[in-house]
Each structure stands twice: as C-alpha cells, then as structure tokens.
C-alpha cells in the first residue's frame, strides 16, 4: 500500500484560522467590541425570489410520479446548458450546448481537470492567488513556476517568452487582489499559451462584477482563445450559488492537444467520477439567467458594487494605494507606513474592530498588501470605512 | 503539455448505448410493440413527502436573510452527519460525526477516493463488476488483478492468499449481481486485508435492501474494518435520490497507512477540491434518516422488495439458475440452453418485448447472465414474468 506521498508537501493553511483565532482572543478581552468582518470571500444576500421559486417548484416536481426525475445527464440537463449558452451570446461568445458542462461549482472543476494531464507539466501560477490553484498541483506534484503579480504591473502580469509552461492559471476579475485583465493583457496570455502548446485555466467565478462590456467577461472573446483556453465559471458570486453548488466549465470542442479532444477526455471523466448536479439545483440555475432572475441577481450585485465604491472612496480618502472594487468585490490595497499585512490585521482590529485579510496569506508577493470585501451589508460597510478614515487622516 | 495518457486505455462502453440502439430499432419494425424496460438501475417512485418538505422548506430558507446560508462545511453539515452517524447506530455500529463526509454521490467519492493512493497499487477487483471501478483505476494506471465471480462461488467471490493487492473493491448488495455477503464471507475479506496492508473500498449504495439484520448492512459490522475498510453508501438508491444527488463516505479515524490519517487525507482532498452539498439537498437528505421519512422510504423499499419477489418467483418458475431479488434490487439469472447475453437480450426483446441488461457487459464472467431490475410498476413487472414465464414453460 503506497500513499500518494505528495499530499505531505501540502502546506497546512493557516490563513483563516489564525484570522479566527486572533478575533476570538480579541473579543475575551474586549467583549463589548462592536467587531466588523470583511474578510471572507462569502456573499451574503439572499437568493433572489425568481431562483427561490423555480427551486420550490422543481422539488415538488420531484415528489410526484408523474414530474419525478431520477439520473440526469451528467454533463448537466440541455434546458440548463442552453441558458448558459445563451448568456454567453451577450458578450458576442458563440458557445455550443456539448461544449458546457455544469458542475457542482468551479472549485470542483478546477482540481478535477487535473486528471486529464499528466503529472510531467509545468504549471504556471500568479503570486498572490486563490490557495486551491497551487494545493491541487502539489497533490499531484507537478512543477510550479509563479509569476509576480506585483504594484508595478498592477498585479496583472503579462507572460514571459523566456518561462516555459504547459498549463497557465488566470482569474480576472482576481480573487484576492480585484485586478482584471483587459482584452489586450489576455490577448497576450493566448498568444503565449498558443506559442507553447499551453493551456490557460481560466477562472471567470468573478465575471459578473465586470461594469460594462469594455473588459472581457469571457476569455472566448479573444481571437485564439478556443484553441488554447478552459473556462471555469459559477453562480456562487453572480446568483449568491456558494450554499447552493453551481458551476459551470467550457471546453471547446477545437482544443484539442496530441489530436485528442480535450472536450471528449473531460466528458469520459465525468461520467466515470461524476453523476451530475442536482436536478432541483439546476432549475435555480435555470433560474438565475431567465429575464427576471437575472434583474434580480443585477440588484445584488448593484448593492455590493455600492459597497465596493464605499470601500474604494475611503481607502483612496485615507491615501492608501489599491486596486479593485470597480469590476470584482474586492479591494486591495497597500499597508500604509511599511506595515506587514499581519501588523495592518491587527492595527485595523485593534483600533477599528474591523477585520479584513492579510494579503500574506495569498502568497509572499501579497506580503505588504491587505483585502477587504463589499459583500458585507452596507450599514457596516459604511460604519467600518468611517473607522479606518478617521485612523488614517 | 503531455496529456495523461492512461484515457487512451479506456475501452468505449457500449452497453446502454447498443440496448438503446436495440430497442429502437426493433421498434421501427414493430411501431405497437409493448415493451417493458426493467433494464437501467434507475429508481422509479418520486421522493417522500417528508423530504419534498424539507427541500422545499430549505428553498424558502435560502431566499430569507434571516435564514440565508452561504459557504457550509465541505464535510457536510453537522445536522446530516449526525443524522447518519445514528442510523449506523441501528446496525450497532459506532461511527463520529468527523468519521463521515457528506458528497454528492458515492459515484463521486469511489472515483476521487483515488486521488489518494499512489498509482503503483495493485487494486483487486471482482468480475462481473460496476463498470466505474474499473475504468477510475485505468485512468491512473493502477494494475488491476481480477477476481472471479462465478456461478460455483454464487457470486461471492473469496480472498485468495496467493493474490498479493493493495486495494479491493466489495460490492454489497452486489451491483450487478445481487448477491450478498453475510458476516463470515466479510469477515475473511477483513482478515485479508490486514494481512496485506490493504485497503477494503466497500461500496454499501444497496444496504437498504437487505431484509433484516442477519446480513450486513455496514462492513464496519465487522471487526477489524475499521483498520482496513472505508465505506461508500448514497441515498441514490435508499431514497430515491439518483436524481437529487447526496451521499456519504466513511473514513475511519483509526484507518492509517504508513502512520498517515486516511481520513485527515480526504478531508484535505475534499476542502481543497470540493465546496460541499447543496444546502437544500443536505436537508432533505437529513429528512430521509428522520423517523417519518424513514418510515416513507421504507415503504418504498417494500415495493420494490415485492417487486423483486414476482420476478424472483418468475425467474424460479422458468426453471434458471439466479441469484439476488432477496437483499437486492437486482436479479442475476443463467441465460437456459447455453444462451449467450447478447442471444439472451435478443430473445426477449423479440418474442416478450422485454428489456433486460446482458450480464457480459459487466465483465467476462457476466457472459451468459442477465440482469433484471425491480425498479418498475409492479403491473408492468407482472405482465413481463407472465410473458417471460410463457417463453420458457
């Protein structure tokens, strides 16, 4: 009997239970603290009635003879795989229905793709980025090279024709640091993974905060891109999904490497590994890109994005330099006075009862650098940023 | 980029898709034919009540502030994992809370459980066997050593010392088979696995059809088990969720190889790469281990349990050799007159107009045997035995 030995190079992640232990230690000895998070990457407005509703209906369904539906097609039901489509076609994206598959959350699509490449890849990663991307390549102890992402690029690198990768991650809008890559950054990024017979894994779970259509919601919307790019979406952010499990992956039917169908590979493995999501939850989803789901989920959004302009005013009141909040719930900005991103946790804690996360925790080049969200209610948003600006000034 | 390359060894099954292209076209000849399926191992009966109300309470929740849930534990919310950890108590089986891990299937977990081992194991597994075992081991290059299942060891097979494997695959009830080990027949599998450092993958998804307590309902019924065992089991089948999707995996604390936590492994496994179940469907999988919604599934189960006798009664009144139909969905009868599957399948479909599975397509030792499955009305299933029972007296 052998282990899969890589699993004890795994750093354990001690990010948000330090963050956890720290506020608890806090609270004992201030206990009328009036603490307010806005840390967590976690929405927090309910699902919209449209989706609460197709839901309900779709589990009575199941209750009757008549409506009950046993096993789906594991690549998600064509009613679900034709609304994403469709959503695609906003941004001028023609996606084909056999070309989507729905998950239970891009998280789960994001490790198990792996299994279709070999454990000989070199990946590429930005540094600082979303723990997961890193963890999961270690488990099958693959090559990382990270790419800085840093205050002279804006924390969008752009790639180097020196560096020579196999499989290249990209988040934009970014979980931590909000950047988002413009359509000439990633036409940059298609060039080089064409250039090297490599693939981007493309993790759009924050797209739906892009204000406007002059920054690309998908990367199909640079020429190329179908031949060389994986992308990775959700409801989580857009429909307020994270309890509710929805996801959805594309694979071009044209990407192909060695002449073999990636599309095809990825279908064989889900429907070995996989049984598809639930039909309830796929109603919801059906739900969350009908007319009046989507105007719906467009107020929430409209509401966090107030939140992110609250941040934003108050974090460039206080003179601090920041990127985000315009197309992603995140702000990140720089420690002012050279503080560590742990001396600003426990300053803003300490002094503001306001408790963020400390950059550090998304890799050394987040050292310096803090992140705050907007998914919080705007009340406390606003309180909190009435905090720090007064610490600050 | 290098893919990985054991997909090229995967062989196309063809099974449902051949049945299905059968059956089509035998209805182009024959437009009024009426024909009965009782092929695909697909539930029939809608879900409980009991659990439509949970669900549907658990929609309204989501779309309430107040109530809202976001992010749950990748591990399954405590609500269902205690639930769980007292219906093992019914088999006199002590399993904690953070021994179980809720997914959304055991489809799921027996494919990703893989992510754990290393691919230089050697994985024993049964023939005639659930097609998925096979193909998850292939996909990572795992040598498979098959053991055979046979009319002579009733489909039972035992361990054979002489046979060196690190991971052994037990199926019970058995899929497809039906058949079903007792106590003693487990209790060597156990004691094989612990003289070679190995490790039982026991897929339990049919125990709700095992009638009364003398057989086991759960490997850790014995002892030794929970050094060696890990165990699979869904509500797919138990509560007719196949298309609601929620099961569970039990890891053992006490379950370690080369001093390293089994369980520690897949919990990081899972909180890497998985983000959880649907809230909504946590709750109505909760319902299904409640007092009422036991007691709506069990009536179910009888159904299906009456089922399974008429075609039992039928399979015996034609004079085959069968098994299963007891403590099993499933019936595994010989094909009379040295009837190939395939001749088997022609047969029926021609001259009964009815649709059953050929047992080759589940291994080499499946040639020669059919499945029949108790999934459907129980009239339809009458007028089918009549129709067979008429064919063959």
């Known amino acids: 009997m052998k282990l899969n030995n890589n699993y004890q190079n795994l750093k354990k992640d001690y990010l948000f239970s330090t963050i956890n232990k720290k506020v608890e230690e806090y609270k004992k000895t201030n206990p009328n603290a009036d603490i307010i998070k806005l840390g967590i990457g976690d929405v927090t407005k309910p699902l919209c009635p449209e989706i609460v509703e197709a839901m309900t209906k779709a589990a009575q369904e199941m209750g009757k003879s008549s409506t009950f539906r046993g096993y789906g097609p594991e690549q998600g039901y064509l009613f679900l795989r034709e609304s994403i489509a469709k959503y695609y076609s906003d941004f001028e994206v023609s996606i084909k229905e056999d070309e989507i598959f729905v998950s239970d ?23 600082p980025v979303y723990p997961a991307y890193v963890d999961t390549n270690i488990m099958d102890g693959r090559k990382i090279i990270y790419i800085g992402a840093n205050e002279s690029n804006k924390f969008l690198p752009l790639p180097d024709d020196r560096i020579k990768s196999d499989i290249i991650y990209i988040c934009s809008p970014n979980n931590p640091t909000g950047a988002a890559y413009d359509k000439e950054g990633l036409k940059k990024w298609v060039n080089y993974a064409i250039n090297n017979d490599a693939i981007i894994f493309y993790d759009s779970a924050y797209e739906a905060f892009i204000d406007g259509y002059n920054l690309p919601h998908s990367i199909y919307q640079i020429e190329g891109a179908k031949e060389c790019a994986i992308e990775f979406c959700s409801l989580s952010k857009r429909a307020g999904f994270t309890g509710t499990r929805c996801g959805y992956t594309v694979i071009p ?53 107030e939140n ?75 309180e909190a940023m009435a905090r720090i600006k007064k610490l600050f000034i």
Request: net charge positive; proline share 3%.
């Open 253 to 305: 039917k044209k990407l192909k490497r060695n002449n073999v169908s990636i599309n095809e590979l990825w279908f064989r493995r889900q429907s070995t590994k996989f049984n598809g999501v639930s039909y309830i939850v796929q109603r919801g989803a059906q739900a969350a890109f009908s007319i009046e789901g989507s105007k719906q989920i467009n107020e929430n959004i409209f509401y966090y994005r």
């Open 105 to 127: 959350g891009a998280k789960s699509d994001l490790g198990n793709i792996l299994d279709l490449f070999s454990g000989d890849n070199t990946v590429l990663i930005p540094d």
């Open 308 to 382: 992110a302009k609250i941040i934003s005013d108050g974090i460039k009141f206080a003179g601090f330099w920041f990127i985000g909040g315009k197309h992603s719930p995140y702000i990140w900005f720089k420690c002012p006075n050279k503080m560590s991103s742990w001396e600003m946790f426990d300053y803003l804690l300490e002094k503001a009862n306001v408790v963020g996360t400390p950059g550090c925790g998304f890799g050394k080049n987040g050292e310096g650098f803090f992140r705050i969200t907007s998914f919080g209610s705007k009340d406390k948003i606003f």
